[in-house]
């Protein structure tokens, strides 16, 4: 496409003596003769006729867009850019919370949780070792551990994966979740339609040698 | 440059002192040079079962403070002359201890001796930490029952997180000693077994001590129980001195071992 930009010149007015109008613009017509008349207002025939005469271009009742100053563009684009900033700034807080409601920040460890050992963990939490009695782990996201609970597991996350001895007291938004229903080797605690859901999720294996 | 063993628990009353003691003698008899600390300051009592306990005149604290030579309140042991003493004040209590004391002391103790043993108090306050802040390696004792367990387990947890090796990204090496099992009580299920313990604490097992009647008269003797050579805690201290000695020695089945002379008795008739 091949395009050009430029400015016009443009002489607005109302007509209220034809007479007049007429000498005024023959008197002033090489000034004119640069200008796109606008005339708002009624247009008579004559006028009409002599303004296609002269010849003038002009426009009737229409709105044309009026240039601003440089300085009153400057200080549109700057609040433009603001305006810009401040979009993408909510935007990724927007993304950040929806990551955190992903839970894409999880910590992942691989150490005893011993007696008297606090872990406060902002989101998931994926701990590869065991929580011995004594020991306290409270998550806001989920929480996945792999081996035997014997401590204390406050979770309000969307669920839990864990094994608990009957040593182990667990809370699950709040609500303290029954050991005996955790006894299998690996459990699912869910919250589902405002109920605790728990499904052994690996079997216990069955000791032969008893 | 010797080798800095903090002996601990958590608990009072598992053995720490007994095994101190044993430990101490067991190292001095495989011919090394050792040195059995009192860090239990206000209530001492390693001097008592080593036997040494007339023979005290300065202690630890008069030592650190300057009021008394290393060298003058050095006690040499009577039963074996690689077996050396450093007895605890009794008359001050665990907070007169300090950082920069306690550095120099064992600093000192390192450079004189292949093994220096600290005796540390019960409980994990300042005393405790203390006694593992400069401290190469950790004997953890244990009785075969949850408290104890329990107990070890905070210790543990403390040691990993004060001792100066760990601050300086180094790892203390710690061995735990399981003390006091009975064999009966173990099979009839009464008793933690020494897997169940491991797996808890998830550290390297050094030995394991029988309970022992033994025990209790040795140390009002005021001889340790290792030497006498049919006591079967004796014998169970003699191995693991061993093993701290750098010898390869197996790992005796305690649990299993059915000694008893009631059962010898009745598995004849059977």
Known sequence: MKSKQYSVKVFETTITDEEKFIKFFDTNYALFKDHLILIQGTLSKDIRAYLTKKPLIFLHNKTVPIGRSRKALESELNIQKIENDVNQQIAQEEIKKLSTRLQNNLTVLDRIIRSGQELDIEGDLLLLNRVNSGATIHTTGNLIITQVVEGALRCDGNFMMITASPKANVIFHGVEVDNNLLADKLNRVELKKNQILITPVIKKEINWEL | MGIVIAVISGKGG???????????????????????????????????????????????????????????????????????????????????????????????????????????????????????????????????????????????????????????????????????????????????????????????????????????????????????KKSYAGQAYTRIAGRLCGQKVDMKDIEISDTGLFKKLKGMFK
Do not use: W
């Not at chain 2, 004040?89 to 450079?111: F, G, M, Y």
């Not at chain 2, 390696?137 to 029952?145: L, Q, S, T």
């Not at chain 2, 173990?186 to 022992?212: A, F, H, R, T, Y």
């Open chain 2, 14 to 228: 598992v053995g720490k002192t007994t095994a101190t003691a044993n430990l101490g003698l067991g190292i001095a008899i495989n011919e090394k040079n050792c040195i059995v600390v009192d860090f239990d300051i206000g209530q001492r009592n390693l001097d008592m079962i080593l036997g040494l306990e007339n023979r005290v005149v300065y202690d630890l604290v008069q030592v650190m403070d300057g009021e008394a030579k290393l060298k003058q309140a050095i006690i040499k042991s009577k039963v074996n002359e690689n077996l050396h003493f450093l007895a605890a004040s009794q008359s001050k209590d665990k907070t007169v201890l300090e950082s920069k004391k306690v550095k120099k002391l064992v600093a000192e103790l390192r450079e004189s001796y292949d093994y220096v043993i600290l005796d540390s108090p019960a409980g994990i306050e300042s005393g405790f930490e203390h006694t593992i802040e400069f401290a190469d390696a950790a004997i953890i004792v244990v009785n075969p029952e949850v408290s104890s367990i329990r107990d070890a387990d905070r210790a543990i947890g403390i040691l990993d997180s004060k001792s100066q090796k760990v601050k300086n990204g180094e790892e203390v090496a710690k061995y735990l000693i399981i003390n006091r099992i009975s064999a009966e009580m173990v099979q009839s299920g009464e008793m933690l077994k020494s897997e169940d313990i491991l797996n808890i604490l998830n550290i390297k097992l050094l030995g394991k001590v029988p309970e022992d009647r033994g025990v209790i008269d040795a140390s009002n003797q005021g001889k340790p129980v290792i030497l006498n």
